[in-house]
């Protein structure tokens, strides 16, 4: 999100500085300098000393090659802030699941996997069960799916040249000309769809939150005998209202 996205009024150099941050993370978490430079359009001088203040702080850190990383503070800030999105996201899923009977989860985008950081479980004994905390592989799950598909072209493409598109069932999508069609497919229906592509036998519904800056997406989980019986037709709108209202909640704004 470039400074001029997120409106007037703020702090320029704090508007810069999480500029140059998010491109480190859209970039995998490290970057070159020139890379810096040739996505914020920003002076090399200006580039310098915000990273010199990151670097003080923590927040960044340099590799023996020169590139920037990550730092380990940022750890902390997001651990937090995952447990937060977790509970303001658990009543909502809650609302899903008493409606469908089925495993409602809500994931983030990172890197090229999705985190799952909350969760509401059906009542069956026979159920789908997330960990909140896993990290899974985007391409094979229906939330990582979800969320690629509202991504612009741009990040949609450094996603998938750090995928490794590794099968999980023989159902998986192995190939990023694959799983570009199947981006295609969903921002045409409005929904993705796990079909035993993470694990055999259950099947996932899920919606990316509009506008939400976490990048993320919710869904519902189930057997595949199960699922079979749910109407697509009903669950997706109300899918869709529940993630609207989640990124009111998220993003009052």
Known sequence: MTPAERGSGGVQSVDRTFELLELMADAGGEVALSQLAAGSGLPLPTIHRLMRTLLAGGYVRQQPSRRYALGPRLIRLGETASRALGSWARPYLAELTEATGETSNMA??????????????????????????????????????????????????????????????????????????????????????????????????????????????????????????????????????????????????
């Open 108 to 253: 983030v985008l990172d890197g090229d996997q999705v985190v799952y950081v909350a969760q509401a479980p059906s009542r069956h004994s026979m159920r789908m069960f997330t960990e909140v905390g896993r990290r899974v592989d985007a391409h094979c799950t229906a939330v990582g799916k979800a969320v690629l598909a509202q991504l612009p072209e741009e990040a949609v493409g450094q996603v998938l040249a750090r995928a490794t598109m590794r099968p999980q069932t023989d159902r998986s999508i192995t190939t990023v000309a694959a799983m570009r069609a199947e981006l295609d497919t969903i921002r045409a229906r409005g929904y993705a769809v796990d079909d035993g592509e993470q694990e055999v036998g259950v099947r996932c519904l899920a919606v990316a939150v509009p506008g939400a800056h976490a990048n993320a997406a919710i869904s519902i989980s189930g057997p595949e005998a199960r699922m079979g019986l749910i109407s697509v037709d009903e669950v997706v709108p109300l899918l869709h209202r529940v993630a609207q209202s989640l990124a009111h909640e998220l993003d009052p704004g």
